[in-house]
């Protein structure tokens, strides 16, 4: 099994060393794992990124982890990139030099309001959350339209503090997911959200029958900011995924996605000590 979605120390929001997060994969019995830390140039984000000139380190860290690593794990490494349609540009100039196996994208910010910070909870409590919705998935189609990438990560974070839309807003998924369909993209099963108010993965489980429905591929990631949180409820995500009607899902070398069965279970992660190659 897989877990595309694990973050460094490097994003100045993460614990662990990237030595530390693979070896929590190999004892959770995992096939691949794969970095996919933060690149933020939102002005209000960009303290809980990792900066642009940092990525050529954090690239070069995990390719050679990689070869270290080569007879016991798969080790890739991509970017979660933050949408902002004014940065599209100097993002991919900053991606364009490396060879990345996969590129993310999320949004997590509308206008200058974290939507999954405790610290904007003032400015987010005030607004409707059907306002909230709608513009967060205005920049989700931008973001297809207009940003290269492979994964759409936790797609329906706007629920993270136990705020639901309204079902005319649930509607627009349709139309999304018919877009991600167009575009080839994969849909990042996040299982971060179960430790989040509602104890529910990203996506909902209705959205994963929608997913199923238009043929759309899935992944999976923990979204771990700590090793132990690398496989985090996966036991749980695969069961789902499989009553859900999918029977593979989605891995990435270069960009090329391919198939991987819906098969394994983990093993509890042990507790590691410090140490390792950050």
């Known amino acids: ?13 993460a614990n662990g060393s990237m030595d530390q997060y693979i070896r929590c994969a190999i004892a959770a019995g995992l096939t691949e794992i794969c970095f996919l830390d933060h690149l933020t140039l939102h002005k209000s984000g960009r303290h809980m990124s990792m900066p642009p000139d940092y990525v050529p380190l954090y690239y070069q860290t995990a390719r050679r982890l990689a070869h270290r690593y080569k007879n016991r ?4 490494v991509g970017l979660e990139v933050d949408y902002e349609p004014e940065n599209v540009h100097t993002v991919q100039k900053i991606i364009q030099p490396f060879d990345f196996d996969v590129i993310g994208g999320s949004v997590h910010f509308i206008d200058q309001m974290n939507m999954v910070s405790s610290k904007d909870t003032a400015a987010r409590e005030s607004e409707h959350i059907d306002i909230i919705c709608n513009d967060y998935l205005l920049l989700i189609e931008e973001m297809i339209e207009n940003m290269d990438m492979d994964i759409i990560c936790h797609i329906d974070v706007f629920k993270k503090f136990g705020r639901r839309p309204s079902a005319e807003v ?4 349709d139309a999304l997911l018919s877009k991600i369909k ?3 993209l994969t849909v990042e099963l996040n299982t971060s959200g179960y430790n989040h108010k509602l104890n529910e993965f990203y996506p909902s489980t209705d959205l994963l029958r929608k997913c199923v429905e238009k043929d759309i591929r899935i ?3 923990s979204d771990a900011h700590k090793p132990q949180q690398v496989a985090r409820h996966f036991d749980m995500a695969i069961d789902l995924l499989t009553k859900t009607g999918f029977r593979t899902i989605s891995a990435f070398t270069r960009r090329k996605p391919y198939d991987i069965p ?9 507790k590691i000590q410090n ?3 950050s």
Do not use: W
Request: charged share 15%; net charge positive.
């Open 1 to 13: 099994m897989i877990d595309y979605h694990v973050h460094t120390s490097l994003c100045n929001h």
């Open 73 to 76: 794990i798969q080790v890739k």
């Open 170 to 173: 649930n509607t627009r998924f």
């Open 182 to 184: 167009h575009h080839q």
């Open 219 to 221: 992944t999976l990631g």
């Open 262 to 270: 819906l098969t394994a279970r983990r093993h509890e992660i042990p």
């Open 275 to 277: 140490g390792g190659t």
